[in-house]
Nanobody, 123 residues
Framework: QVQLVESGGGLVQAGDSLRLSCAASGRTFSRNAVGWFRQAPGKEREFVGGINWGGGSTYYADSVKGRFTISRDDAKNTASLQMNSLKPEDTAVYYC????????????????WGQGTQVTVSS
């Protein structure tokens, strides 16, 4: 079993940066892919990006490519989402999720989810 807790959300202005953290527990975390998703009010949850184990290759949605960066530190059981050049349309609750095997963009593929952290971008 893997348990996840997100943190680092907040209220910022357009153009600002935030770093979200995902703290994980579980002895098999190093074998899990980690995905980041977000959900705005009235909209479906969508894939933001993900990172694999065993080399840590990363993948991003077109909407955030070049602005967001995902990383992981398996020794500390953490994953991060660095968000730069934030836009009002980035406003959402952000979730980290984990699954066995390689990353996918499909919500139903993920086995474990954090509680979410709110990111609000004003102006």
């Amino acid at each position: 079993q893997v348990q996840l807790v997100e943190s680092g959300g907040g209220l910022v202005q357009a153009g600002d940066s935030l770093r979200l953290s995902c703290a994980a527990s579980g002895r098999t975390f190093s074998r899990n892919a980690v995905g980041w998703f977000r959900q705005a009010p009235g909209k479906e949850r969508e894939f933001v990006g993900g990172i694999n184990w065993g080399g840590g290759s990363t993948y991003y949605a077109d909407s955030v490519k070049g602005r967001f960066t995902i990383s992981r530190d398996d020794a500390k059981n953490t994953a991060s989402l660095q968000m730069n050049s934030l836009k009002p349309e980035d406003t959402a609750v952000y979730y980290c999720a984990a699954k066995f095997g390689l990353i996918t963009t499909t919500l139903r593929e993920y086995d474990y989810w954090g509680q979410g952290t709110q990111v609000t971008v004003s102006s």
